[in-house]
């Protein structure tokens, strides 16, 4: 079992960045792919960028290309979400996730779940 704790959240002007951060417990955690998702008000949770066990392979939304990205220590049990150059549409609740098979995209292909961490990016 893993249980995942997300830190880094806050307010944010437009243009700025932000660091969440998802620690994991639990000697499994390198062989967890893992992934970061988000649900804004009214809106389905979608994924932002996954991360296979290993760190190799990499996923993210078309609408964070570019600007995000999503990076893990397996020595630390942690993996990040780098944000760069928010935007008021990347206001939400994020949360990580972590699923034993690689490349999923939808929530119910996850197993175990982090309890969320607001992100609001100001005008």
């Known amino acids: 079992q893993v249980q995942l704790v997300e830190s880094g959240g806050g307010l944010v002007q437009a243009g700025g960045s932000l660091r969440l951060s998802c620690a994991a417990s639990?000697?499994?955690?390198?062989?967890?792919?893992m992934g970061w998702f988000r649900q804004a008000p009214g809106k389905q949770r979608e994924l932002v960028a996954a991360?296979?066990?290993?760190?190799?392979?990499?996923n993210y939304a078309d609408s964070v290309k570019g600007r995000f990205t999503i990076s893990r220590d397996n020595a630390k049990n942690t993996v990040y979400l780098q944000m760069n150059s928010l935007k008021l549409e990347d206001t939400a609740v994020y949360s990580c996730?972590?699923?034993?098979?690689?490349?999923?995209?939808?929530?119910?292909?996850?197993?175990?779940w982090g309890q969320g961490t607001q992100v609001t990016v100001s005008s």
């Open positions: 996730a972590a699923s034993a098979s690689p490349y999923k995209k939808y929530p119910w292909e996850y197993d175990y």
């Open positions: 991360i296979t066990s290993g760190g190799r392979s990499t």
């Open positions: 639990g000697r499994t955690f390198n062989t967890y792919h």
